[in-house]
Nanobody, 121 residues
Framework: QVQMVESGGGLVQAGGSARLSCAAS????????MAWFRQAPGKEREFVGA???????YYADSVKGRFTISRDNAKNTMYLQMNSLAPEDTAVYYC???????????????WGQGTQVTVSS
């Protein structure tokens, strides 16, 4: 049974940083495309970034240069380091996994339950 659990969300001041974790079980983060998505109230779930099994990284333009994805294969965990946070980064952040890289949410196979990140101005 596949389980993906996000943690690390919370309330952050604008300009601050936060680090999210996605601990996986039943699926190897090294073998799948691991991605982060986010969904703000009233908006569609949007792609934030992803790491392929090869280690190649991809980011949405809106977070490029501020967010960094990493992966610890030994811990079977993916991370999202978020710096220079802004109020528009406020959303529920989800990790997801699938075979093969795509940038749209509905085609991901496995999902975590999400963790709220709120950035105050």
């Amino acid at each position: 049974q596949v389980q993906m659990v996000e943690s690390g969300g919370g309330l952050v001041q604008a300009g601050g940083s936060a680090r999210l974790s996605c601990a996986a079980s039943g699926v190897s983060v090294a073998d799948y495309v691991m991605a982060w998505f986010r969904q703000a109230p009233g908006k569609e779930r949007e792609f934030v970034g992803a790491v392929r099994s090869s280690g190649s990284l991809y980011y949405a333009d809106s977070v490029k240069g501020r967010f960094t994805i990493s992966r610890d294969n030994a811990k079977n965990t993916m991370y999202l380091q978020m710096n220079s946070l802004a109020p528009e980064d406020t959303a529920v952040y989800y990790c997801a996994a699938r075979r093969g890289l795509i940038f749209t949410a509905p085609n991901y196979t496995y999902w975590g339950q999400g963790t709220q990140v709120t950035v105050s101005s």
